[in-house]
């Protein structure tokens, strides 16, 4: 058995952790969204039950899991609280990709401390000035979610060239401490409120070259950290984990709604019946059950068969990669469409303010603002491949 793996002791003990806190997830759901943060005690709570070192490194205290096993405990979080299980995945990701930056970055964030959390946004806003040793960075970037509970932050920027002022070929992810940017107030939302994702400010400060990751690298699975962290999950391409940071919070939370629905169809009458007795209730729930295992079992043959071309060494092939990418991005699409059919047969009580089924839908609607959630470029790419084109994707 795979010590690392889903079927693992380790991996059920976490995802036992995980539903063990739904009550207080649960609790905790409407001030979480008031007071647009996860509070602090649920992250003490991820921490305690050791969810952000399921991708760390074992040299630095992490369990070094394969990434499945780290998607079923968020899973687990969203039934209970999408904005907690979104922030836990896309904070805890980073302990995965901070093991891929040249070893000295990961001293710098984790020698005093490697409970030290890092927030981001990748997206490729910042500006650039190649100077000795590193770079010059400035930019404003948006949505960096859980950024209050964290330290340190990813940012997203392409390094110009003389022949290529902005090619995405040469984008690179920049770590940057707290003491050098300042987080903007400004996450005022319909759903998802509580994931607090504010924008992250940063003028003209220096970032060492070692503090930052090449996406080329990311894509070729052949990273700076390697020569450190040579376990076979540290071989695995980049957007490849992160994605499902981005879209396991929303068929949580899909799972989440369907329990809400069928709590209504329990007292709803439909006529002289019950909700629970009508055909297309139960035809819906049903469908739905089977959607979100379906979409579950997706994500894990499809991390189960990554693994095993990592651990044998030998390299994904391209076209399942952007199989793989599309198989993320649908995700919320799927979910979103499946609630809104819940939440149309559950009448007028499902759009009264403080409907579960309201609440789960609108966290599901905003995560479908993050771009890794929009499923139309991975599918022109997924389709352009089976009709005989080239890859036009280099973040698979």
């Not at 952790?17 to 943060?37: F, I, N, V, W």
């Not at 980073?94 to 946004?121: G, K, M």
């Not at 007795?277 to 979100?292: F, K, M």
Request: aromatic share 10%; with cysteine.
């Amino acid at each position: 058995m795979n010590d690392y793996g889903l079927e693992s002791p380790r991996a059920q003990e976490l995802i036992d952790a995980a539903r063990a806190m739904g009550p207080a997830l649960t609790q905790r759901r409407s001030q979480c969204k008031t007071d647009r943060r996860v509070s602090d005690a649920t992250v003490a709570d991820f921490e305690k039950a050791g969810f952000f070192k399921i991708l760390q490194p074992e040299q630095w205290g992490g369990y070094a899991m394969d990434p499945q096993v780290f998607y079923m405990v968020g899973y687990e979080v969203a039934q209970f609280c999408p904005s907690s299980a979104w922030i836990l995945g896309v904070i805890a990701v980073h302990n995965w990709q901070l093991a891929v930056f040249d070893d000295q970055a990961a001293q710098d964030v984790w020698t005093d401390d490697p409970s030290v959390l890092i927030s981001s946004s990748y997206a490729p806003v910042g500006k650039v000035k190649v100077v000795d040793g590193g770079f010059r960075l400035s930019g404003r970037w948006s949505f960096s979610s859980g950024s209050e509970h964290c330290k340190w932050a990813f940012l997203g920027a392409v390094v110009p060239t003389p022949e290529a002022p902005f090619d995405m070929a040469n984008y690179r992810t920049f770590l940057v401490p707290i003491d050098d940017y300042e987080i903007a107030d400004n996450w005022d939302v319909v759903g998802l409120q509580g994931t607090g994702s504010h924008d992250i400010v940063v003028d003209d400060v220096f970032v060492p070259e070692h503090r930052t990751h090449k996406s080329m690298d990311g894509f070729l699975c052949d990273n700076p950290g390697n020569a450190v962290n040579d376990a076979p999950l540290y071989r695995m391409p980049f957007m490849q984990v992160f994605v499902r940071a981005v879209c396991t919070a929303t068929l949580g939370a899909c799972e989440g709604a369907l329990q809400a629905f069928i709590e209504v169809a329990k007292t709803r009458q439909v006529g002289p019946n019950k909700m629970s007795n009508d055909p297309y209730a139960r035809q819906l729930a049903a469908e739905v059950r089977a959607s979100i295992e379906e979409m579950k079992l997706t994500m894990v043959r499809n991390f189960d068969a990554m693994m095993e071309s990592c651990r044998s060494g030998e390299a994904i092939p391209v076209d399942s990669r952007v199989r793989y990418r599309y198989d993320s991005a649908v995700v919320a699409d799927r979910c979103l469409e499946l609630s809104s059919r819940m939440l149309k047969a559950s009448g007028s009580g499902g759009i009264r303010k403080g409907s579960e089924l309201l609440d789960f839908h609108l966290d599901m609607l905003a995560s479908q603002a993050h771009v890794a959630n929009n499923s139309v470029p991975f599918a022109n790419n997924m389709g352009g491949m089976m009709f005989g084109e080239e890859n036009l994707d280099y973040a698979v």
